[in-house]
Nanobody
Framework: QVQLVESGGGLVQPGGSLRLSCKAS????????RGWYRQAPGKQREYVAA???????YYADSVKGRFTISGDNAKNTVYLQMNSLKAEDTAVYYC??????????????WGPGTQVTVSS
């Protein structure tokens, strides 16, 4: 399994920005999809953004124009730049990577999550 660790969460005022990072540890794997999800209190986990096959970016309608997903293949890291944050963006944010690991087959890994709180 590929281990993931997120960082960059915290408390920010409405209109502010945060940059989340997610680093995958280990070697010998290829990543097909890099994604971010979030779960607010009392709600189901929801999709936020994804990079598919290192090329096309996809975003949930609620974050289009405000969030940007990017990846650094050399560092096995995926980022989520979040601008113009709103109170409704408050949630635990999870990184998700899907790919194939040499000698182990396909994997679908999740990070432990990082809290983002948008409040004045």
């Amino acid at each position: 399994q590929v281990q993931l660790v997120e960082s960059g969460g915290g408390l920010v005022q409405p209109g502010g920005s945060l940059r989340l990072s997610c680093k995958a540890s280990g070697s010998g794997f290829i990543i097909y999809t890099r994604g971010w999800y979030r779960q607010a209190p009392g709600k189901q986990r929801e999709y936020v953004a994804a990079i598919v096959n290192g090329g096309t970016n996809y975003y949930a309608d609620s974050v289009k124009g405000r969030f940007t997903i990017s990846g650094d293949n050399a560092k096995n890291t995926v980022y989520l730049q979040m601008n113009s944050l709103k109170a409704e963006d408050t949630a635990v944010y999870y990184c998700n990577l899907r790919g194939r690991k040499s000698g182990a087959g396909d994997f679908d890994s999740w990070g432990p999550g990082t809290q983002v709180t948008v409040s004045s």
